[in-house]
């Protein structure tokens, strides 16, 4: 029985920071964002938008009333989550409507989480092969402004139903993985931005991709060759960019010009978004289905996780033949949003909930998505849906 990923769907906000302006107003040169870390924009996370209601974007496009009959779990998969106890799946669950006989659960683990809820609703088809599973990889990247990790900040939200018989990608059961205890990457309960080993982090993502890599190939009998494109974990494009250059030298000129031409087209909507911690690796992926021009059924996809602190997986799968068209176009929606000045970015990025307890109540015209949040009275979140 074929497993994997049957839709896929893409939200972020509609705001947008141009790199190169960030880039000046910092007193950068532009082509440090631009080819250094291989940014071009960045999107803009107003304060009524929160990891529920970015991961309720992304799904809501795809609840078709059958699809909804068949979902029977949803798992929420963050490092941005919203309370030290519930789930954002409840809150997710209640803002789409979906029926009170299904699971809902939150997962953690920096920006692998997403495959580990792959793996999991894998595991659950495969011994309940009627029903569906929704899962949301969303994520809002701050490390603060005027630091170094402000131009690899960004936000979104990725929704996938994993299924049999899917539509996209039929994905292998087999995966490496590799877990150790570092601290390239961490937030603290008290901090509300990450703190970063920047350059460490880079080192120990190829030095993780090497590995598990290696062994999956050693493992299922494959070389380089074997894959039509390669999909990576993108914080900021240029390091998927390096992982690839790691390990081009073991093959052929033909299958390094197909790779690094495939790589091309899975970081163009990354480009233009930037960090998505948990979706980021499934944007990339997304961007590499609708982008890439010889991509065709049958194709060996390989993709590669991971988060930071630090867990790492490599699996693979293959397009199904009608993969094209469950698919749509990014950019038409990308194209779309309004650019934000560094003024308006910045008081966007400074204004937040009340730590305090105290009551908020947002101005509307900062919530220009369907799903929203509102405030907060009572300690408790204020989310709006669609009337």
């Known amino acids: 029985m074929k497993i994997g990923l049957d839709q896929i769907h893409f939200a972020t906000s509609d705001y947008f920071l141009d790199m190169a302006k960030l880039a000046q107003a910092r007193g950068e040169d532009p082509n440090k964002y631009l080819i ?10 107003p304060p009524s938008q929160d990891s529920v209601t970015l991961a309720a974007n992304a799904a809501a496009p795809l609840l078709t009333p059958a699809l909804r009959s068949e979902i029977d779990t949803v798992i929420f998969a963050s490092e941005s989550g919203i309370d030290q106890s519930k789930s954002g799946a409840v809150y997710l669950q209640d803002l789409l409507q979906l029926p009170n006989t299904i699971r809902a659960f939150e997962v953690k683990q920096a920006c692998y989480s997403a495959t580990a809820a792959i793996q999991f609703a894998m595991g659950y088809i495969a011994l309940h092969p009627t029903r569906k599973v929704l899962i949301t990889a969303s994520d809002i990247a701050r490390y603060g402004l005027h630091t170094a990790g402000e131009p690899t900040q ?7 139903v994993i299924s049999a018989n899917p539509h996209i990608i039929a994905f292998d059961p087999d995966s490496t993985v590799f877990t150790e205890n570092i601290m390239d990457f961490w937030r603290p309960n008290y901090a509300t931005e990450a703190m970063v080993d920047g ?4 080192h120990m993502y190829i030095d993780f991709f090497q590995d598990v890599f290696q062994r999956y190939c050693q493992q299922k009998q494959l070389h380089l060759a074997d894959f039509a494109a390669l999909a990576f974990h993108l914080p900021y494009t240029k390091m998927g960019l390096k992982a690839l250059r790691a390990v081009l030298p073991t093959t052929d000129d033909t299958t390094q010009k197909r790779l690094l031409d495939n790589f091309e087209a899975s970081r ?11 979706g980021s690796l499934y944007l990339s992926l997304l961007s590499l289905l609708e982008q890439a021009t010889t991509l065709k059924a049958g194709d060996r996809i390989g993709l590669f996780s991971y988060g930071s602190g630090a867990v790492s997986e490599f699996y693979s799968g293959h397009l199904q033949p009608d993969f094209k068209a469950a698919l749509g176009n990014l950019d038409q929606v990308l194209a779309q949003r309004t650019e934000v000045t560094i003024p308006t970015y910045e008081k966007l990025f400074t204004t937040s909930l009340p730590t305090d307890g105290s009551a908020l109540k947002f101005q509307t015209f900062i919530n220009p998505q369907r799903y929203y949040l509102a405030g907060i009275d009572q300690h408790q979140r204020q989310y709006r849906r669609p009337q």
Do not use: C, E, P, W
């Open 268 to 278: 163009h909507y990354s480009r233009q978004v930037g960090n998505l911690y948990t």
């Open 36 to 45: 250094g870390i291989g940014q071009s924009k960045m999107a803009v996370i």
């Open 154 to 160: 960004g936000g979104g939200a990725v929704a996938m």
């Open 199 to 202: 350059h460490y982090s880079g």
